[in-house]
């Protein structure tokens, strides 16, 4: 699949979502925006790699055994760095969808057999994490939050934003008065909208937002 044709089913995919997350009932006054903005995926060719060897035909990957044990194996597109290891594990960061992170393995690993690197196995490929940053369109009273929402710590004197911790999904949302979201802990772009989706719904039915 071509790169035009990966970021047409990114998109599709982005739409999709939307419309499963925000079919339910209560709505929140604003529609998020929601922006991916890194998926963390570790994946596995089951197999040995000889990371000496791969310096020697991609002199421009990154390998000092003596600092990191792992070779960095960076892309242009999608931009993102996959970490290999001896042992046949890797470990790709930097690309903004599901999609994109699965597309960015198998490109390297692609690149190696092109190199006459043997690689029997196609990877096996699964997403770890994805950070998300979200804007609610809306000021958020945090100190009320800590005091209202379960699972949450806030101390403003250390950070200034406010730790909630969701169940379902299992993510982690980093809360700022600005009305400003971080979403981690998702392993799919699904869990991140619900999540969002969520919290809004909880603060609005708490009073905790803010709009002007």
Known sequence: MGWPSLKKKTLENVTSIYKEVY??????????????VNVV????VDQKMDLNEITKKFP???????QFPGLVFRLTKPK???LIFRTGKMVCTGAKSEELAIAAVNTVVQKLRKAKI???????ISIQNIVSSISLG???????????????????EQFPGLIHRMLDPK?????????????????????????????????????????D
């Open 23 to 36: 079919k339910q009932p209560r709505m929140p006054q604003t529609k998020p925006i929601v922006s991916v």
């Open 41 to 44: 995926a570790s994946a596995s």
């Open 60 to 66: 421009e990957t990154e390998y000092n055994p003596e």
């Open 80 to 82: 993102t760095a996959t």
């Open 118 to 124: 043997k690689i029997k196995k196609d990877a096996i």
């Open 138 to 156: 809306g000021k958020i009273h945090l100190e009320k939050s800590a005091r209202t929402l379960p699972r949450s710590m806030y101390e403003p």
């Open 171 to 211: 993510t982690v949302m980093l809360v700022f008065a600005s009305g400003k979201l971080v979403c981690t802990g998702a392993k799919k772009e699904t869990e991140v909208y619900r999540s969002v989706h969520n919290l809004h719904s909880l603060l609005e039915e708490k009073n905790l937002m803010i709009y």
